[in-house]
């Protein structure tokens, strides 16, 4: 689903404008992805419940930042045992040169009409606080002689598909892996939109190839990638 506006009115009034537009689509894959897992929904619950151990910051080395919203709340926690209705995971895309925190008001709006979801955002690479800790280990690197670029957090060559592995290693090492708990959807705004595009077609483009994807240890693909003011191409 392609949501656009060709308005040059500011970010916060675009994602607002298209924010009921993301959740009523959004709403109805919830109802269907929910009743094809087994998950009977009735004004946000659900009849069978996950325990999940959620992370809420990034201390190994190359994982994206990234925070939790859990029914319209922000975890604060850095980890926690967290029981949520099975209804699945939604990923959130900031645009260029925001973060995370962008797109908590749509995350809040739709957590809360289905506490069975939970939002996940990421601050891509060079943006928010994964900028900060990338810009940490390379400052230490650079005081070491001989330093190996290669073992730089998030090192170059900075294109689309690096960005899209980034999200895939970052939702790997969160173990939300597998059919049921891969990501159901992504979000992207702008930039985000287009790191969206690439990260569902890294995943279509392996999935075949893959023996840990048949074996159900890897990142399945979204059911649905979401668009908000992108344009997409090459």
Excluded at 50 to 73: D, F
Excluded at 82 to 99: I, P, R, S
Excluded at 128 to 144: D, L, M, R
Aim: aromatic share 4%.
């Amino acid at each position: 689903m392609f949501l656009s506006r060709s308005s040059s009115s500011s970010s916060s009034s675009i994602i607002s404008n298209n924010g009921m537009r993301l959740i009523y689509a959004i709403t109805r894959i919830v109802i269907k992805y929910n009743h094809c897992n087994g998950v009977r929904i009735r004004d946000g619950s659900g009849s069978k419940t996950l325990h999940r151990l959620i992370s809420t910051s990034a201390p190994r080395y190359g994982i994206l930042h990234h925070e939790w919203i859990v029914a319209g709340k922000v975890e604060k926690n850095n980890r926690l045992e967290h029981t949520t209705n099975n209804g699945g995971v939604v990923l959130f895309l900031h645009g260029l040169l925001g973060n995370g925190k962008n797109l908590r008001t749509p995350a809040k709006k739709l957590t809360e009409r289905f506490p069975s979801i939970s939002a996940l955002l990421l601050d891509l690479r060079g943006h928010g606080i994964t900028s900060i800790q990338q810009q940490q280990q390379e400052s230490s690197s650079c005081e070491e002689e001989d330093g190996d670029e290669s073992l730089l957090l998030f090192h170059p060559p900075h294109t689309m598909d690096a960005c899209a592995q980034d999200i895939v290693d970052t939702v790997q090492s969160l173990n939300l892996v597998g059919p049921l708990h891969s990501p159901m959807g992504v979000v992207g705004h702008s930039f985000g939109g287009r790191c969206a595009l690439s990260y569902t077609h890294h995943l279509l483009s392996n999935q075949s190839s893959s023996q840990q994807h048949m074996e159900g240890g890897a990142v399945h693909p979204p059911q649905n990638t979401w668009l908000l003011d992108t344009v997409p191409g090459m």
